[in-house]
């Protein structure tokens, strides 16, 4: 049941609903996610140990058909009226409750009448599932811009991780802290290396700036559209950043330079030019302007 329901929701399918409005579809979902966490909790009460066949017979067939009221109602949001972030949240959220179902479901197949109920090894899964539950009814964004705000708070979090590791290279530390591998451990990078990787650092630093700059300045200010095409690059440019970081360990100085730090700029100068659409103020403005310039000016550095 699980696994269709998850092959389903990898589909996207067009939707007409003019009538959709974002307050309505959270209250419909945060009600189906009561129903599926105390649906949890009676398949959890009927199958752990001694059980009945009859009783989780019973309770799958309920919590199936939660499930596919969740996802009935997930395929009547339509992206134009509602926002690629809003709708892709729900499938998120969604997605997890059905791997915490699986998760719970393989806890009880894989015990024995004769096991210790004590042992309680449904618990953990019986939790997340929970969780996840919660989640959907009274943690989801209220429309597309607040998804894209949450989406923004967990790149910045990657966006900042990535700048403590490249100053960690940058000041000769890696070794150190334990970011190489064991057989690389007592190899030092080279001077050059070294000067790359402060490029890189000033690159990722000015980058930490650019996100603050969006999602104070921009995001509270964009359609619904454009706080799509944020997010888009936003995510985009949050990749390279590992990437950019990652071959710092596995690429020579020259080929940092000449690819993967002219492919970081391209990626910053799109989320720039995206920002650039939106009516800021003449002071934001300049400051997107100098940002550009600066990328540009790191990217053709060379010493």
Request: aromatic share 6%; hydrophobic share 35%.
């Amino acid at each position: 049941m699980a696994e269709t329901y998850l092959s389903d929701l990898k589909t996207d399918r067009p939707v007409d609903n003019p009538e959709f409005e974002s307050k309505q579809m959270n209250d419909t979902m945060a009600k189906l996610g009561k129903i599926l966490s105390h649906d949890a909790t009676k398949l959890t009460i009927a199958c752990k140990p001694p059980r009945k066949p009859s009783d989780g017979i019973k309770m799958i067939s309920e919590i199936s058909n939660t499930f596919y009221r969740l996802l009935g109602f997930y395929h009547t949001i339509p992206i134009d009226k509602a926002g690629k972030a809003y709708k892709e949240s729900y499938r998120a959220a969604i997605r997890d409750a059905l791997l915490g179902q699986i998760s719970l479901c393989n806890s009880f197949i894989t015990a024995t009448d004769k096991e210790d109920p004590s042992k309680k090894k449904f618990m953990v899964p019986t939790a997340v599932l929970w969780e996840t539950c919660k989640l959907l009814e009274s943690q989801m964004p209220a429309d597309n811009r607040a998804a894209v705000l949450k989406q923004w708070k967990s790149m910045q979090e990657t966006i900042s991780d990535a700048k403590s590791e490249v100053h960690e290279v940058a000041d000769g530390n890696a070794t150190e802290s334990g970011f190489l591998d064991e057989d690389e451990s007592e190899d030092e990078m080279s001077p050059e290396q070294i000067q790359v990787a402060k490029l890189c650092a000033q690159l990722v630093d000015l980058i930490v700036f650019l996100f603050v700059k969006v999602e104070r300045r921009c995001i509270r200010e964009a359609d619904m559209s454009l706080c799509d095409e944020l997010a888009e690059a936003g995510h985009a440019l949050t990749d390279e950043t590992d990437v950019l970081v990652s071959q710092l360990y596995d690429s020579e100085p020259d080929a940092i330079r000449s690819k993967y730090i002219k492919e970081y700029v391209d990626k910053a100068l799109a989320l720039i030019k995206i920002a650039q659409k939106i009516s800021l103020p003449e002071e934001h403005s300049k400051w997107f302007e100098m940002c550009s310039k600066k990328l540009n000016d790191l990217a053709t550095k060379k010493d």
